[in-house]
């Protein structure tokens, strides 16, 4: 059984139509990349998936149960995860304090024993600092622990934020661009921590634009173009399909690609 599955997403803004009838599954343990060109409705349909939009149209199942009424915190309890492009970190709060917020879901803690914990609190709460310091050491940061998150340098922001999001122990972890601004050593880095995190028995749902982790990193890629589903498949598919290559260079530009010889596969081609 699939463990999540976009059956028939819809969403429209007014006139636009963000996203037209998108269907695609992610198996458990899989890594699915996806893709598109700029406005193609990526990220528009994570905002779905997670309850930050509802859809026009459309269902979203997390292991079957139908996500569609749940608001994002309970979508979050059933096991769902996300990063955002423009990363969302307190910026006055510790590195390990950032980390612990992702933890507020699994701690028993009500109002009255958060204003006389018990043993029992006192337990949970040490639990999740020794949880948070293990995330801490497999991003790389567990030198840092008590700096300013704001005090860090960009790669390492985006790191804590996937820690954070890691802390919440998801099932299903949506990461929006975790490539974004970083430079050629940071994305390999951040290629070998999410081949990591995968180990730890967790399917990832991946938006990127760097051609070389999604080739690299996916197990199969789903392809939006103008909000509409147009190919998926395993990478050494996806990356000479016809329609794709067309989506992200144009057909004048394809056939101007044939002419001097290339293979027209997307390898060399960043996308933007």
């Given amino acids: 059984m699939s463990l999540l599955t976009v059956d028939s997403l819809t969403k429209h803004f007014g006139g636009v139509k963000a996203l037209e009838e998108v269907t695609f599954e992610v198996e458990p343990g899989e890594i699915l990349a996806l893709i598109g060109p700029n406005g193609a409705g990526k990220t528009t349909c994570f905002n779905v998936i997670n309850g930050l939009l509802p ?87 567990a030198d840092k622990e008590e700096w300013p998150a704001e005090s860090l340098a960009y790669g390492e922001r985006r790191r804590l934020e996937i820690a954070r999001a890691l802390a919440q122990e ?42 070389s982790l999604v080739m690299g990193l996916s197990h199969r890629i789903v392809v939006l173009d103008q909000g509409c589903l147009i190919a998926q498949g395993a990478p050494a598919i996806i990356r000479r399909h016809p329609r794709v290559i067309e989506a992200y260079l144009g057909r004048e ?19 933007q």
């Fill in 253 to 271: 530009e394809e056939e101007e690609e044939s002419e001097e010889g290339r293979d027209g596969s997307l390898d060399s081609s960043p996308i």
């Fill in 170 to 211: 998801p099932r299903l972890l949506l990461l929006d661009e975790p490539a974004a601004g970083l430079n050629p050593r940071e994305t390999e880095d951040l290629m070998e921590l999410l081949a990591r995190v995968r180990e730890r028995d967790l399917t990832l749902l991946v938006i990127e634009h760097d051609m």
């Fill in 55 to 141: 859809p026009t149209a459309g269902r979203v199942f997390l292991d079957g149960v139908d996500l569609l009424d749940l608001p994002p915190y309970h979508r979050a309890r059933l096991g769902l995860a996300r990063t955002f492009q423009n990363i969302q970190l307190f910026g006055g709060m510790s590195v390990l304090e950032n980390v612990l917020t992702g933890r507020h879901l699994g701690l028993p803690v009500g109002p009255l024993a958060a204003l006389w914990p018990g043993a029992g609190v006192r337990r949970a709460e040490a639990h999740a600092r020794r949880q948070a310091l293990d995330l801490l050491d497999l991003v790389g940061l």
